[in-house]
């Protein structure tokens, strides 16, 4: 899973079930009623299908339709959005609730956008490293003129109040790197991404989300730029990396 919002990552085939393209001719961006976030509380009480059976209409006309109306409307700037489908993967979990309780779509220039009671998010970058990146991030970020560019860009980005972080982080140095290294908190990462989650407010009602988005993708894209100059994609199979 190299980056979000391309192939193999989360919007393109599964976290649980296949990402969906958008169907154009949809209406306008103008923000979330207030129904969607009551459709993901109700969704959280009663995860059920009797639950989603009652509320489809709901989900499909205040939750899914914004949000394929904000992805044309990102379309031109980053690229093609694809909706996720909203059933989880519950073959290996303990938790058998049958329906994921946000709704999130990647684009295919980059970038995760999620929405659920607790109010949108988004995110970009690197989410988890195959070997072979691993391997060149690491050494990009242990060389003194590429990792302390990063960590400039990193700092920058923070500044603007977006995390940056991974989904997984080693508890001490990789091997065959010292532990005093001066950027060894981002060598530990195995992965690198920025985020941001804004709380429920007035104004995810409006098409003022689109612009929050947009400036969010703008401020993460020097981080997602050294990442594609230094780590790249992965070169390795889908058999090499254990996928189907």
């Not at 899973?1 to 949809?26: C, D, H």
Request: charged share 25%; glycine share 10%; net charge positive.
């Amino acid at each position: 899973m190299p980056k979000f919002g391309a192939e193999p990552n989360l919007g393109t085939k599964n976290e649980a079930g296949s990402a969906r393209g958008i169907t154009f001719g949809v209406m306008a961006f103008k923000g979330w009623p207030v129904e969607a976030l009551e459709f993901f509380e109700g969704l959280e009480a009663d995860n059920s299908k009797t639950y989603w059976q009652a509320n489809k209409s709901v989900y499909e006309q205040a939750v899914k339709a914004p949000m394929e109306a904000l992805l044309l409307d990102l379309s031109k700037e980053f690229g093609e959005g694809k909706v996720f489908r909203p059933y989880r993967d519950v073959r290996f979990s303990a938790d058998k609730s049958p329906y994921k309780t946000n709704i999130a779509a990647t684009l295919s220039a980059g970038g995760y956008i999620s929405l659920s009671a607790m109010g949108l998010g988004a995110g970009s970058g690197m989410y988890m490293l195959a070997p072979d990146q691993l391997d060149r991030y690491r050494e990009a970020v242990a060389d003194d003129r590429t990792g302390g560019e990063l960590a400039t860009l990193v700092a920058a980005v923070r500044k603007k109040s977006i995390e940056v972080s991974a989904h997984d982080v080693l508890k001490t140095a990789p091997k065959g790197y010292p532990k005093d290294h001066p950027r060894i908190d981002l060598l530990r990462q195995k992965g690198l991404i920025t985020w941001k989650q804004w709380p429920v407010q007035r104004w995810l009602g409006t098409s003022q989300c689109k612009q929050r988005i947009v400036d969010f993708f703008t401020a993460s894209k020097p981080v997602c730029d050294w990442l594609d100059h230094h780590v790249g994609p992965t070169a390795l199979s889908d058999e090499a990396l254990g996928r189907r």
